[in-house]
């Protein structure tokens, strides 16, 4: 029997290559990730662990080598993983002096983060820390208005600008609206079906899943 206070862990992985220009933009994925994830209040320093880790390879393994940032999300705790080839190089604390230009990467992720630690997979490292976070609850029915917000913001990152969470529209407005989610959903199954998952499946478990949660909080949004 599946455990109900089970929370299932969430993956995010994306390849690059050590270079101080690929810092910004590896920041900003980061950024919309955890907001995806709902995880603002961590977003500042989860994007700065990021900087520190990947400055961290370039330092001590060598500028463009490949590597992996991978966030995993599991119930209350976000971790942050850089993997490169080299096993040699490990990360160690450095107490820095005041007049030293480096050195203090590692020590402020240990400040910043729960815990930090390096793995040794067989084939390079993995450097990674740990960030404690509110819980995301996926084992609970959403509350009306934090399911309204989520929408809202999927809808306006596709153009549709007239909705508002708790705004009234016209009836033109609630066509285009219903549009927009149209486009949404088949633009999700058709993203599903390309990575290989079943879109009809998970399609007929979204609606299982709404009709239980709208039957559970008992409101019609």
């Known amino acids: 029997m599946e455990d109900p206070l089970f929370v299932p862990s969430m993956t995010w992985v994306r390849s690059f290559l050590a270079r101080a220009q690929e810092v910004a933009p590896l920041r900003s994925l980061v950024a ?3 907001a995806q ?3 603002l ?3 500042d320093i989860a994007q700065l662990c990021v900087s520190e880790l990947v400055a961290n390879v370039i330092t001590h393994v060598g500028e463009a080598t490949p590597a992996t940032l991978t966030l995993t999300l ?9 993997q490169d080839p080299d096993a040699r190089a490990l990360p160690t604390l450095v107490h820095a002096q005041g007049d030293d230009e480096g050195g203090r990467g590692m020590a402020l992720v240990s400040a910043l983060a729960s815990r930090w630690g390096v793995d040794l997979p067989g084939s390079g490292k993995v450097t990674w820390c740990e960030l404690a976070v509110s819980s995301i609850g996926l084992g609970n029915a959403p509350s009306s208005a934090g399911c309204r917000a ?3 913001r999927v809808l306006t990152a596709y153009n549709d600008e007239s909705l508002l969470v708790g705004a009234k529209q016209s ?4 066509a285009a609206t219903e549009v927009t989610a149209v486009h949404v959903i088949s633009d999700l199954l ?4 390309a990575h290989g998952h079943d879109a009809d499946d998970i399609l007929d478990r979204a609606q299982t899943c709404f009709e239980a949660e709208a039957g559970a909080v008992g409101h019609p949004w």
Request: charged letters at 25%.
């Open 32 to 34: 919309t990730q955890v």
């Open 190 to 193: 058709h993203w599903l079906r």
């Open 171 to 174: 009836r033109l407005e609630m």
């Open 41 to 43: 209040e961590v977003s």
């Open 150 to 152: 989520r929408v809202a």
């Open 74 to 82: 599991s119930g209350t705790r976000l971790r942050i993983a850089v």
């Open 37 to 39: 994830w709902g995880l």
